[in-house]
């Protein structure tokens, strides 16, 4: 589940560990295997992984580092990516991605207080001629202006903004 | 096993890296990321060597690069201290104020540095981890993000349990290392220690003896410079 932070949750942790029969060369997949469960590579599991698997915890630190797919900060439950490829950056990706970072009070790959955001941007989507493009949890919403974010915000927000 | 080292016929036994044939023979290849006691991990490049005849010659990183039968190495020939150099003066541009880097521009007579200065405190030699692991056995720190974001840290950036604060990795640190902090501290280049480069390389592509520094010819060029400086 998204969000759930079970700090103490180490019998699923053990868990997925065992599926992979405690092996460390499966250790990516073990890391993967953790990050769809927590939405995040939550640091309690990786101390976990690396008593569990005998491997020093500074190498599945480097290996979580090293792959974009991981992250070891929480992930809100709707991921926005914002455009900021040239033809949306003419377009005035910039603006959007201000009035985004204004609205929901938090920078380019945070995640809002309330865990239902996280901002990212790209370098381009591969619909030019929609720019600017913001795409949220995999649905893209094209020729963004400031006014028209707002209200796709809105529609994905928890408590509806004021 | 025989080599030819720098023109010379020398016995080598299987198993040698290069740098371990050139240091048996006293040829003088400068390393950095290298270490006695600890595994080659080929990180500087610095250790460059030339293998091969004529055109199809290449560079390799001699702390790495076996010794087989037959191999023509060459330590200092014109594109080995040449590649060398650019090497030495990108790292420097990135710690000016590393002491081991600033002796090792010194000792190649760079003279300027071309590049933008970073003023950063690691050059990702990797000898700080390497030691952690393989002589403290503390396995406390190591190499994090990839890229330009690559850097050295401990697991989640806090304070390691492992770490028994023995402090050999700063030890070891060629970037921890501050350079003499005489009148000309804070520029790019110090060469406070500067040498002059071989002259015999302009003449025959090579260096002709091992010296370091090459003394000889560093006295009679300097010789010449106060010639010329009396005359103006
Ligand atoms: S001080 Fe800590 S990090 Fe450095 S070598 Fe010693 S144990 Fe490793
Ligand atoms: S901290 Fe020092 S020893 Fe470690 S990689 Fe950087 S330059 Fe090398
Ligand atoms: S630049 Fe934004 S989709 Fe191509
Ligand atoms: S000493 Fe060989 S690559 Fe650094």
Redesign the pocket.
Known sequence: MHGELLSKDFPAIDAIIKKYGERKEFLICILQDIQARYGYLPKEALTRVAEKLDIPLIQIYSVATFFKAFSLRPKGGHTIHVCLGTACHVRGAERVLGKIKRDLDINVDETTKDMNFTLKTVNCLGACALGPIVEIDGKHYGNMTTVKVESVLKKYSIKKME | MEITLNGVKVQVEEGWTILDAAKFYGANIPTLCYHEGLSPYGACRLCVVEIGRGGRSKLVASCLHPVREGLNVRTHSERVVKARKMLVELLVARCPQSKILQDLASSMGIEKVRFKPKYDDCILCGL?VR??EEQ?D?K??GFVSRGVKRRITTPFDIK?E?????????YICPACQLRCQGPKADTVLCSGCLNISPSCLEKYEDTMCYMDPCVACLKEKEGNKKDVKKKN
């Open positions: 700080c030691m952690c403290m503390a406390a720190i390691s492992k770490c028994r604060t023995c402090g050999a990795c700063m």
